[in-house]
């Protein structure tokens, strides 16, 4: 089951590809890693899922990450009279904390930390953005407000506040309970929704540890102010464009892309873009061309990932949108110009033992052209390096540990192998060019660039560079 591209691709489970058939099929037309979002489903059916995917990695032999997403806080209004009110440009509109049920004049919102972060001029977003409001007045348990732009609007529908640090945790107690659920199934990646502050991520750490990788979900302007330390603190991103296109201006979502891309490239950290990708495909059996481009974009800037989202969690047609979306990462990958984007954006290697030898690793790859990098780690520490420099070679990841080969099923150009302990330099040797043939990266006679830390088993020690021949 080798892939011949370096993107991976994410599908989310749902409704529509919930039984093994379904699941089967999705990884055979280009899965990497499969997301269970936990804003829908049972903790009962997403086991069952788990469950499924575990059987099939055992029977391709080949690792299969499963990101565990979080649903985060939801910020929603009270109920209305007859389920519903039409909000008119130009009125005043009231929220607070009374429970009874709101009409054209009023409505609750159950949120006291909304109040208590207000100024006097913030915006509040209704419906996914579709009615807009501006706080005139406030206190702890009220704000007044003017209609800015109206419209229907209906029980239970979302808030968002764009402009405003929040003082919430990104990690509910239904958050806490389905995490506990994910780590104790071995889930791989856990997204984390609504990350505001670096801190929300040092929440997190402290209940995940190194049971999984921590994947922050960009979706707040608050977050882009703080790219850098969370990008820095996390183990990888995700440019949830969704919610991050309701709290700004649609024409900056593009721009805040490529600048998180750059800041994970830069840092070595996996990138995912991510909502709406294929969204057309929800319904159509195949994409607008504008979705194509919009998919082709993401991998022309370099990112690990690409994902779907309700394509393939409750669209009618799941295995085309997966099989659409690898269509088009080959085709990206093999256009000479990805090439020279990737190179022309690629960042310099930091400071440090491991990235100079990943570094002299490119060099070495783009002078000999071998037929492969590979990297022995414990930990995905190599491996996440040497996929930084982004080698114009496959990196086969080779690890004894099980759960650092699922990891690597969601970053760049990774492999991963799962291979005994190794004793020595010449014995790992060996393993690389024995395991190289077998997974058919390369024959007799073939160039292979081995990386690797000494000593070996202790992470981040990559210190070792070494250029092998397949033997005939």
Same mark, same amino acid.
């Given at each position: ?8 691709? !994410? ?89 009874? #049920? ?8 159950? $949120? ?24 005139d007045s406030h206190g702890n348990d009220f704000a007044e407000t003017t209609v800015l732009v109206g419209g229907p ?56 540890? #190194? ?14 102010? $703080?790219?850098?330390?969370? !990008? ?38 996996? !990138? ?25 974009? #993401?991998?022309?800037?370099? !990112? ?25 990462? &080959? ?95 010449? &014995? ?10 077998? &997974? ?33």
């Open positions: 089951m080798r892939r011949t591209r370096s993107a991976k691709i !994410v599908a989310t489970l749902g409704p529509a590809t919930s039984d093994e058939q379904a699941i089967r099929a999705l990884f055979g037309r280009g899965v990497d890693v499969f997301r269970l979002n936990l804003s829908h489903g049972t903790q009962h059916d997403h086991a069952r899922r788990i469950e499924t995917i575990r059987r099939l990695e055992k029977e391709h032999g080949r690792p299969i990450g499963i990101l565990l997403d979080l649903q985060g806080p939801k910020l929603r209004l009270g109920s209305f009279e007859g389920g519903r009110a039409h909000l008119d440009a130009g009125t005043r509109f009231r929220l607070d904390m009374d429970e009874a #049920a709101g009409n054209a004049r009023r409505a609750p919102l159950p $949120h006291p930390e909304i109040f208590a972060a207000l100024q006097d001029g913030t915006e509040l977003l209704l419906d996914d953005g579709k009615l807009r409001l501006r706080v609007v209906s029980d239970r529908k979302g808030v968002n506040v764009p402009s405003v640090l929040l003082p919430i945790s990104p990690l509910t107690p239904k958050d806490r309970e389905d995490l506990a659920f994910g780590l104790s199934m071995g889930v791989d990646w856990v997204a984390l929704s609504f990350v505001q502050r670096p801190e929300d991520i040092e929440e997190a750490r402290t209940i995940v540890g #190194a049971r999984a990788w921590i994947m922050a979900k960009l979706e707040k302007p608050a977050a882009i102010e $703080h790219l850098d330390a969370i !990008v820095s603190l996390c183990d990888g991103i995700m440019v949830a464009r969704g919610d991050l296109g309701v709290e700004l201006p649609p024409e900056q979502v593009p721009e805040l892309q490529r600048l998180i891309v750059r800041a994970c490239r830069r840092r070595g950290k996996p !990138v995912v873009v991510a909502t709406q990708m294929l969204e057309s495909m929800i319904a159509s059996p195949v994409p607008t061309r504008a979705e194509v481009s919009d998919v082709a974009t #993401a991998v022309y800037d370099g !990112v690990d990932a690409v994902m779907l989202s309700a394509e393939s969690a409750s669209g009618r047609y799941p295995l085309e949108a997966v099989a659409m979306m690898d269509r088009i990462v &080959e085709r990206v990958e093999a256009d000479p110009s990805y090439r020279a984007g990737i190179d022309a954006t690629h960042d310099a290697a930091l400071s440090t033992t491991a990235d100079a030898v990943c570094a002299s690793m490119r060099q070495v790859a783009s002078l000999l052209a071998p037929a492969a990098t590979v990297t022995y780690t414990s930990s995905g520490f190599t491996s996440l390096r040497a996929a930084r420099e982004r080698p114009a070679v496959p990196i086969l990841s080779l690890t004894p540990d099980l759960a650092a080969a699922r990891r690597m099923a969601m970053v760049w150009g990774v492999h991963a192998v799962l291979v005994d302990d190794v004793r020595d330099v010449a &014995e790992m040797i060996e393993c690389a060019c024995r395991t190289a043939r077998a &997974e058919g990266f390369a024959k007799e006679g073939d160039d292979v660039v081995v990386v690797a830390g000494l000593p070996f088993g202790q992470s981040g020690t990559t210190n070792l560079l070494h250029v092998a021949r397949i033997p005939r």
